[in-house]
């Protein structure tokens, strides 16, 4: 629900431009201004968005893994309603998982057409992830995304499967790589590769010994690489 939203219209023959749009929703606010030509449908829109809560977010409220902070964007856009050419740039800010600090994170998104480009990196404290992809705004959206990561913080992965049996801190570095439509993710396929990985589970602390290679699957998971050794085991 919008709390409050208003913008000032102007129509002069067949072009019309809006100014000053405001919406606000508790916190989360839009502003932005733009134009549009009747005939021709070539548009121009520039908009910007402040502390949009993630939990809100709808992918990410049926995720077993309790994620917050924030979310800042802004966003150009330009061309035809049918041939759109976008540039956005996303912030994550202060995220959390399972509310364990993280940090912000930065995607960059640009469109043409139905072509999509994204490029993201992290500011976390001690870790790194770096994304990188292509996804087809058509038909189910098939896309090809890469992930890279060191350091990263696994707590909340494993607590959320593991539940009480993580007893320490967990880290990993490595990659995946994400293939499939984003419109139907139980065809989405995931390909891993971790370099390096730390856990304690039941107070054994544990790391792998050689890569771990798996795949995930039309819901199935296969591992192909998997050799775990730990202290005074």
């Known amino acids: 629900n919008i709390d409050s939203a208003s913008a000032s219209l102007a129509i002069n023959g067949a072009q019309a431009t809006f ?48 994620i917050a902070g924030k979310l800042d964007f802004s966003a150009q856009a330009s061309g035809t ?40 990196h992290s500011e976390f404290k001690s870790a790194d992830l770096v994304v990188d992809g292509n996804v087809l705004l058509r038909d189910q959206w098939p896309a090809h995304i890469d992930l890279r990561f060191n350091h990263l913080d696994v707590d909340s992965f494993l607590v959320s499967y593991l539940h009480g049996h993580v007893t320490g801190h967990s880290a990993a570095a490595g990659s995946l790589l994400l293939e499939g439509p984003l419109r139907n993710l139980d065809q989405l396929s995931v390909v891993g590769n971790l370099t390096d990985i730390y856990a304690e589970v039941e107070k054994v602390k544990l790391r792998n010994d050689g890569p771990i290679h798996f795949v995930i699957s039309q819901r199935a998971l296969k591992v192909e690489n998997f050799h775990i050794v730990g202290e005074n085991v």
């Open 19 to 66: 100014k000053d749009l405001r919406i606000s929703r508790g916190s989360s606010h839009i502003n932005g201004e733009g134009t549009y030509d009747l005939f021709s449908q070539h548009f121009q829109l520039r908009l910007t968005g402040t502390d949009f809560d993630l939990a809100e977010l709808s992918p990410l409220e049926r995720s077993r893994i309790k």
């Open 81 to 120: 309603t049918q041939q759109p050419d976008v540039t956005a740039n996303l912030r994550l800010r202060n995220i959390t998982l399972n509310e364990e600090m993280l940090g912000d994170f930065l995607l960059d998104a640009v469109s043409h057409g139905p072509n999509l480009h994204l490029s993201g």
